[in-house]
């Protein structure tokens, strides 16, 4: 890996960690419970994120299987999270 691309994802990274801890503190903060779904939708975005760039820096496949599967979870309890905010209920 170059020297550029390094300091790239070390920025990148430090971006992404910065990103997550303001999310976390709307997820904490946030002033109704559609705020917090959403911080915490972004979290799970951001957390698959940092799994692509770490795959990138260190070579590594199994990274990009780790990243698919938050996402895959992440969409999944996104959805039962609106459905429980809207209806109350998540199984009918």
Known sequence: MSAMLALAVDATLAMFVVAMGLALLRLFR???????VLALDFIY???MLLL??????DDSQMYFEGAF???LFGFVSSMALAK??????VIE
């Open 30 to 36: 946030g002033p109704n419970a559609q705020d917090r």
């Open 84 to 89: 429980f905010l809207l209806r109350g209920e």
């Open 45 to 47: 975005v951001v957390g």
């Open 52 to 57: 692509l760039v770490l795959a990138i820096r």
């Open 69 to 71: 599967l938050m996402v």
